[in-house]
């Protein structure tokens, strides 16, 4: 990422663990008055089906497309830093899939960088969801 701006501070995908610190580290400016930090949790439930766990894979291209999304919010909102990390694998109930984090000079910024951020990650990143339910039924999410 060498050839990023300065403000987009971390972009990754992981097999292992998350770190929200790490990601709060990355962001971290003295000039912002607002950081918004979104973590994305595996929940126990999806439309009213129980949920053991999930799997994630990514598309080889999905790297690049999260490195765009971060260019693209940085540039069309006034933010300090931004940082969106994804985890792939299998994933257990409460694990951490994805954190992502802005920091502007003042919250509202912030808040709506993130949520940005977050909204077109999900919309347009080929990372896909394998779910497991309780039922022994499964379903994949995100596919094209």
Do not use: C, N
Request: net charge negative; proline share 4%; glycine share 8%.
């Amino acid at each position: 990422m060498e050839d990023l701006p300065p403000v987009v501070r971390l972009v990754d995908i992981r097999e292992s663990p998350l770190d929200v610190q790490e990601v709060l580290a990355a962001v971290a400016d003295v000039a912002g008055g607002g950081l918004v930090l979104f973590v994305g949790t595996v929940r126990d439930h999806d439309r009213d089906k129980g949920v053991t766990g999930l799997d994630y894979s990514a598309h080889p291209s999905a790297l690049d497309r999260m490195t765009e999304v971060a260019l693209t919010v940085a540039k069309e909102y006034d933010v300090l830093a931004v940082a969106a990390v994804h985890r792939v694998g299998a994933l257990t109930l409460g694990d951490a899939a994805v954190v992502v984090a802005t920091v502007a000079a003042h919250r509202g910024e912030a808040f709506e960088a993130s949520r940005a951020l977050i909204d077109e990650l999900k919309a347009t990143v080929p990372i896909w969801k394998h779910q497991v339910f309780t039922d022994g039924s499964d379903e994949w999410v995100g596919t094209p």
